[in-house]
Structures are given as structure tokens and as C-alpha cells.
């Protein structure tokens, strides 16, 4: 199978041409959202090929029973189901009575389906010919409001081409959907009521076990021409689904038009016996504006999103094309409005992992949202985790630490852990410092120090206790070791002395006491109150800053290099050039155990400790590891190139910095790991902005400073991006040769450029 059938086009996603074998692919690529909803692009009418049928409303979830072969003390009871939601796309048409259904028609010619990044809508066009020999044409277009973010809209034509015809619309609600990866096959919906008022119908229901209460809607309205048609229409309901039915000769040549609008309304933002009249009230604003007007101001909304997220290549239009997928698919995802939301790794385009967040959101996408938004909503993200310390706390409890320790789910909704991988529930500990670092990165790229007394301490304090804890004193080595995890490298199970996980415990506890200092001597009174409701003492900091200043880091000194973990040299060093193309991904063709005993690595734990800590080392140093560990490092982690590319940038390997970047930028596009049906890899698409603004664009803040070291592969004419630093806009415009920057602000702003501090003045061009 073709993986790369997109057409390169720097603002659209575009399939030319039907094929059954892509329909799930560009389901999962042309996925639509607005941050409160979204859905996969499926097919409004019938389709009997295979699909994947998914809508999804955020923060609604199912806690799906665990499935496991045996039961673990600590294990979650659950696994957190993004759900799917009750579907209010469907239209079947019938033409002569004879359903409307790709898989079957006789030929499906001039197929056509373009995802409009800049305007922020998907529409689809093709020449059918059905078995009863009637010829049509279809174009639609639909989109999820950003304006009214509980509403969708959809423009469906057909015009019958040779002949006059019965055409039949017959939209629907329906919720009799289930989700493909369900543990037990459970009803995650119980229908409340089905009803309907005049052209517009609503299916009330709640979640089981969680009760989430949902009004899914519609409104629908026929035209011929463009000229609206009053007219009766057959009502068919039942118990979880309710259809109109518009029945309408159209004379050839003629183009009937069915405009649907639909979405849903839930208790998260109002109240649950007020729904459907909300629901009621939301249908009538979007169908007094029309289509038209609506659609005009989602233009309007994406022009300002991709106004300060937009980055430019020149030269290179598939590169082009995949940091734009990147970048409109985090904003479709999360836009900051609702700070009890997070950005999920698959966000609105599949159900594969479950949950709302990862350690993905601290690591990887707090940058760009802090970047291209403002510091609020980065400070949204931080909050989230604050709201859930009291939960990190239980979760830690569950596994036998104590004193207010706290450890972060790897996977939850709602602060609860719900993984249930014992590997990676357990083990993959080190998430932990995601957390604490990203409470260091906003402080350093924000300048606001508020949060940190304000809330912040109390989560750095309950992550070094856990850390505290966690590590043991080995008598034989005379440190601190940490035994029994799995790094970032999923690759590697059950492991002792992961060095990345060793390193971020260490720098967590120096940086909370760090802080514990700050506060005390700054903020006597937010002091007083932490330390007294956290019953810290100077003890137990002695303690901690035992366990940080004797943690065991593995080395290898005949190497000269930091070990993965204890036992890497051990294992047969066979880098991945000598790897059959048939046996990868490895994670598709191998058998655990055989992946846990190689060397390869799914993603490099000691270039993410690199890339975090980089103050900490040389630039050779960095370059020596880089060299060790890349070869034996097999990417199948969506997380991995964005890291590489940055380092590949910094030690200007130039080539292999671009090889990387366009893989992490057209990991799905290009379906490089053979699981893009599944859905896309949201969270990775932040480290692809990354690998542009940090690697190539060299941004770092050094010493309070923004400071930038432009570089740019050989590949490219020039490329730019904008960031909002400390509420002021840079644009960085970087050509062969020279660098421009522009100030869109009110005072003058120092930075560093090479190392070396220039001054840009509002509204003025600098070129260095």
C-alpha cells in the first residue's frame, strides 16, 4: 500500500483519486476539531467498506473496566475511554431508491477530498455511477465552528448528471455507536430521550458509570438551486436514533442541496436539564447566520490562529506542508479556553491510548502553546496538574509511598492513574519530572515567577518526596540507585539505574529545595502556609539533598559514555543499518521478548536528558552520545526524531537535523510507523514545532535572555516563525545568509543572536 498519497500542497491535505485501501488513513489525516469537539472525516453517507466511525466531545470519558490476565496490587481499576460520541454527520442518500454507497458503485471517478488548513475545512467531490446506471455528481463541505464551538455544519450537494432522478436525504442522529476498543463490550450510553421540533431533532443521553450528560442535535434544510424548498418530510425514530427523510424529483443538470447543522451540548458547560433547549437556541443562532456566514468567520478565526502559529518554508513544499498539518492539528486540539481540558496524544482522531494527557503535554507541547498563545494558557496546562496533586498523591499512596509523595498518572482524566501496562503503570516513573520541569520552563521562558509560590512548591515538594523515596542506598555502590524502571525508551522493561530517570530525579530535588529557599526567603507568608499544610521540615530536606547528591548516574568509563542503564553493554551492539528492512518496525515484526533483549531503542532516553538539561553538559559531550546512540535508535516512538533533529541541529549535523525534522513533521502524513488509521500523534506534533523554532531557529532563554542561533538546511530558501515572548511578538525571518527580526511591541527587547546581544526596536527591521 501507497503510504504517501497525499498531494503536496502547502495549505491543504488533499487525496486525489478513490481508493477503499486510504479511507480509514485520510479519515484519521483529515480529522476535524475546534477544541471542544471532533470527529474523524468519515463519510456523511452510507459506507459498507471499512471504516472508522468516531466523533468525540472533550473531556467525556467511560472509566472501561481494566482487562488483564491477572490482577496486581496498585493496578488502576480502570482504563480511561476517550468515547466515541453519538454520530450527527449521517446523511444516507438514495437516488431511484438505490442507496448512495461508494464500496458499491459501479465507478467513482474525479474523486477529490481536500482538509483546507488555512480556512479550516474539509470538503469532498466525485462522479458516481451507481448500479441503476444513474450518474451523479457530489461535492460537500463541512466544518467545526470555532466561533460556536458546539456546532458543526455541513453543505451536501448531488446533482444527477444523465439522467432526471428521485433524490432522497435522509439525515440522522445515532446513538448506537460503540468503540472499537472497548474491554468488555460494555454500553457506554444510556438514551434518555429522542425528539423533535419542526426541521431540527435531538437525542438526550448520558455516560454510564461517569454521567456525562449530552444533547446531540440537528437542524436541516433543503434546497434547490440555491433556493430553499418548504416541504414535508418522513419522520423515522427509535430508540437511540431519529431520521428525516426528504424526498425530491430533480430534473438533470439540477443541484439539491442539504445544509445540516448538528454538534452537542453537555452538562460539562451547562446545565443537564436545560440541554435541549440550549441545543434548540445553538441551531437556531447558526442557522440564522448560514452557512455561508459561518463559514466566513471560521475563516476569519483560523486567519487569526495562523497569523502568530503560522511558520514558513520556502523551497520545500512537502516540509511546507508538514509543519502546517502539524500545527492545525494542535490547534484543533486544544486552543486554551477551557482549563479543564489537556491535549490528549491522539486528540479528536482516535481512541487508541485513552485518556486526556501524558507527560506529552509537559514535555513536548507546553513550548508551543507558550509560544504561539500567551503565558495563561501555558499556565492552564500547569494548573491542570496542580488540581490533580491531591490525586497524585492517592496514586502513590496505592503503591505503598507515604507522607504526601506524589506521582503523577501516566495516563488519566480526571488525576487518577488509569494505565493499566504494568511495565509502564509502575515503572515509567519518570514522568514525575515532566512535570517539574515544565513548572521550570515556564518560569524561565515566561519571567513569572507567581505561580511557583502560589501553587507550584506544593507539586515539586510532593514529586521529591516521591523521588525520596523511591531510591534506595546500595551498600555496594555507595549511592543512590533506582531499580526496576522503564525510561522513555519503552524498549527497555524492568530496568535498573535508567539514567535518564536517575538524572531528572536528582535535578527534581535540587530544584524544589531550590525553590523551597526562594519562597522562604521571598514569600514568607506563601512559606508559612506550604510548609505548615505540606508538614515540611529541615530534616527531611537533608534527607532529599542526601539522595540528590549521591544518586548513582551509569557510566561507562571505557566508552565514555552515560549507559542507557546498568546493563545496556551487555546486550549484542548491532545498530540498526544492519537491520533487515523486512523486520521493521520492530514493534510490528518482533516478539517482546526479543525487543527487550536487543539494543534498540525506541526513543533515546540520554538525548532527551540532553535536551532538557543542556546546560549540564559540552557540546562534545552531547555530540559523543549523539554518535553512540543514534545508530541503535529505531524511532518507533512518535516522540523520538523531534529530539534528534534539535540535536542533530545544535551539533550541525545538518543533513540528519532535516532527515528527522521531516520525519517528525510527516510522521503521519507518510504513515511512517504503518498505524495512521489508528489515528494521529497529536502530542509529537508539538516537537515538531520544536524542531523548527528550538533546532534550526535555535531558540533558547539564556540567562533571562532570548537568544537565537539560526541555522538552515541546504533544502530550504529561508523559513520564519513568530513567538510571544514575556507579551511581546518576535518574528524571526531566516534566509541564506543573514537573519531578519521584527518587534511587534512597545519597548525594545535585547537578545542574543550567535551569543552576541543585539538590540531589536519596535516596528523596525534588524538584520543580522
Known sequence: MNNNYIQPDSWSIIEEGFDAEHVKSSESLMSLGNGAMGQRANFEEHYSGE??????????????????????????????????????????????????????????EHFRRELNMKEGWLSRSFIATLQNFIEIKVETKRFL????????????????????????????????????????????WD??????????????????????????????????????????????????????????????????????????????????????????????????????????????????????????????????????????????????????????????????????????????????????KDQNVAKSLLEYRYNHLEKAIENAEKLGFSNG?????????????CHNEWEITFEEIHRNGAISFAIYNYQRYTGDYSYIPEK????????????????????????????????????????????????????????????????????????????????????????W????????????????????????LDKALISVADLPNKERPINQKWSWDRILRSPYIKQADILQGFYFFENDFSTEELERHFDFYEPFTVHESSLSPCVHSIQAAKIN?????????????????????????????ITSMAGTWMSIVEGFGGMRVIDNILSFEPKIPEQWDGYSFKVNFRNQIIKVNACKGNTHFELEGHDDLEILVNGKPVTITPNNLLTV
Open 145 to 188: 465552528s470555532l466561533d460556536i464551538d458546539e456546532i458543526g455544519a455541513i453543505e451536501y450537494n448531488v446533482t444527477p448528471i444523465n439522467n432526471d432522478a428521485q433524490i432522497n436525504f435522509s439525515p440522522y442522529l445515532d446513538n448506537g455507536i460503540t468503540n472499537e476498543d472497548s474491554n468488555w463490550d460494555d454500553k457506554f
Open 653 to 681: 549535523r545538518m543533513d540528519l537535523a532535516y532527515e528527522f525534522y521531516l520525519r517528525t513533521s510527516r510522521l503521519d502524513l507518510d504513515d511512517y510507523n504503518k498505524e495512521v488509521e489508528e489515528g494521529l500523534h
Open 456 to 543: 507550584g512548591l506544593e507539586v515539586l515538594i510532593g514529586i521529591a518526596r516521591f523521588w525520596q523515596q523511591r531510591a534506595t542506598f546500595s551498600e555496594a555502590k555507595k549511592q543512590y540507585v533506582i531499580l526496576g524502571v522503564t525510561g522513555p525508551n519503552e524498549y527497555e522493561n524492568n530496568v535498573n539505574n535508567n539514567w535518564y530517570t536517575n538524572y531528572i530525579a536528582k535535578w527534581c530535588i535540587n530544584y524544589a529545595l531550590e525553590n523551597i529557599h526562594k519562597v522562604e526567603a521571598e514569600f514568607s507568608s506563601d512559606y508559612t502556609r506550604v510548609s505548615t499544610k505540606t508538614k515540611l521540615s529541615k530534616s527531611e530536606l537533608s534527607q
Open 191 to 372: 438514551v434518555l430521550s429522542v425528539n423533535h421540533e419542526k426541521e431540527q431533532a435531538f437525542i438526550v443521553s448520558k455516560t454510564m458509570k461517569t454521567h456525562f450528560y449530552v444533547c446531540t442535535s440537528m437542524q436541516t434544510q433543503v434546497s434547490l438551486n440555491g433556493t430553499t424548498l418548504k416541504q414535508d418530510k418522513i419522520i423515522n425514530d427509535a430508540i437511540d436514533k431519529i431520521e428525516f427523510t426528504y424526498q425530491n424529483q430533480v430534473n438533470k443538470g439540477d443541484t439539491i442541496t442539504l445544509t445540516k447543522y448538528g454538534g452537542y451540548i453537555s452538562d460539562r458547560n451547562h446545565d443537564k436539564n436545560e440541554l435541549t433547549s440550549i441545543a434548540k437556541k445553538t441551531l437556531n443562532k447558526a442557522s440564522e447566520l448560514g452557512f455561508d456566514a459561518l463559514l466566513e468567520m471560521q475563516k476569519n478565526a483560523w486567519a487569526k490562529i495562523w497569523n502568530m502559529s503560522d511558520i514558513t518554508i520556502e523551497g520545500d513544499v512537502a516540509a511546507q506542508q508538514g509543519i502546517r498539518f502539524n500545527i492545525f492539528h494542535l490547534n484543533q486540539t486544544y486552543l486554551g479556553k477551557d482549563a479543564r481540558l489537556n491535549i490528549g496524544p491522539k486528540g479528536f482522531t482516535g481512541e487508541k491510548y485513552g485518556g486526556s494527557t501524558y507527560w506529552d503535554t509537559e514535555a513536548y507541547c507546553i513550548p508551543f502553546y507558550m509560544a504561539t
Open 545 to 568: 539533598k542526601s539522595v540528590a547528591d549521591n544518586m548513582y548516574l551509569p557510566f561507562s568509563e571505557e566508552k565514555n559514555i552515560y549507559l542507557q542503564q546498568d546493563g545496556f
Open 51 to 108: 471504516t472508522f466511525q468516531g466523533s468525540y466531545v472533550a473531556g467525556v470519558y467511560y472509566p472501561d473496566k481494566t482487562r488483564v490476565g491477572w490482577w496486581k496490587n496498585g493496578y488502576p481499576e480502570y482504563f480511561a475511554k476517550v468515547l466515541n460520541a453519538p454520530n450527527w454527520i449521517g446523511i444516507n442518500v438514495t437516488i431511484n431508491e438505490e442507496i448512495l454507497d461508494l464500496a458499491k458503485c459501479i465507478k467513482v
Open 405 to 417: 509523595a506524589a506521582l503523577y498518572p501516566m495516563v488519566t482524566m480526571n488525576g487518577e492513574e
